[in-house]
């Protein structure tokens, strides 16, 4: 008899089958071509799983789910794995020095909100309509085409087509930080030429624009005390994560597993 491809996994005496180690590989990321790679993730998240379950049986815990968000309420085994992790990982405290180093390190992370003047002209067409936002973009591509011979008709084109209420005035949308409008369109602000109309249409959930930025000013470097907020919680995530990943090697150190080399990185 020919030797399965991928043979069931023991876990402590436990028996985690092909098929749903199959069934899971289904939501694990691996690269085109790789299938193999997706399985063995799969099977160290099942492995993972079962050995947390039992530590939490070997500690008397009782699930108390909770509402992850309305109508979504976690599973017992859920609850169970979330209080284990609550009870048994500890991470080690974040120190003011490591924190100044981060700073230190990468202070140009941590700025004030860059502020843009801008103007737009916009061609609305909703998401998954593509006779709509083919129609979109084909206007759109004709009114930047004839922007670049006369730049300053800008206001005239906004206020003769544009679908936003800003063409009352002229497409201006007045001063801006990042977090005002969509990120496809913030992330073009970030790259615009100041004082000149973007040279290519900027395609967004709401439809098609030409956008024109009037000035860019970025945002001065926070100093150390106004970022560190985020320098302490982006440092107190990583030591969580340093102290869950030991506490699950541990298990996995421990356990008694056939089937899978789980040493191997999936």
């Not at 790259?191 to 624009?209: I, S, Y």
């Not at 024109?212 to 001065?220: P, Q």
């Not at 440092?235 to 102290?243: I, L, N, S």
Request: net charge negative.
């Amino acid at each position: 008899m020919s030797k399965p491809l991928h043979p069931d996994i023991v876990v402590n005496g436990t028996t985690l089958v092909a098929a749903d180690i199959a069934a899971e590989a289904q939501n694990q990321h691996a690269p085109k071509g790789k299938p193999g790679l997706a399985w063995r993730k799969a099977a160290r998240a099942l492995a993972v799983r079962q050995l947390m379950l039992e530590e939490a049986a070997s500690q008397s815990l009782t699930p108390e789910p909770r509402e992850l968000a309305p109508g979504q309420i976690e599973t017992d085994e859920e609850a169970l794995i979330r209080a284990l992790m609550e009870q048994a990982v500890t991470p080690e405290p974040v120190t003011e020095e490591a924190l100044r180093t981060a700073y230190d390190r990468n202070s140009d992370a941590y700025r004030a909100p860059s502020l843009f003047q801008a103007a737009h002209i916009l061609y609305a067409a909703r998401p998954g309509d593509k006779s709509a936002r083919d129609a979109a973009r084909a206007r759109a591509e004709a009114t930047l085409q004839a922007l670049r011979k006369t730049p300053d008709k800008f206001h005239s084109f906004a206020s003769r087509e544009s679908e936003c209420a800003s063409r009352e005035m002229g497409g201006e949308l007045g001063q801006l930080t990042g977090s005002d409008v969509v990120p496809e369109f913030a992330a073009v602000l970030q790259v615009a030429v100041p004082g000149e109309v973007h040279d290519q249409v900027v395609e967004t959930r709401f439809g098609m624009h030409v956008l024109r930025l009037d000035a860019r000013a970025t945002g001065d470097i926070l100093p150390f005390q106004a970022a560190r907020p985020r320098l302490e919680e982006a440092a107190e995530k990583v030591a969580w994560t340093r102290a869950a990943q030991s506490f699950v090697a541990g298990l996995l150190e421990r356990a008694d597993i056939t089937g899978m080399d789980m040493h191997i990185a999936a």
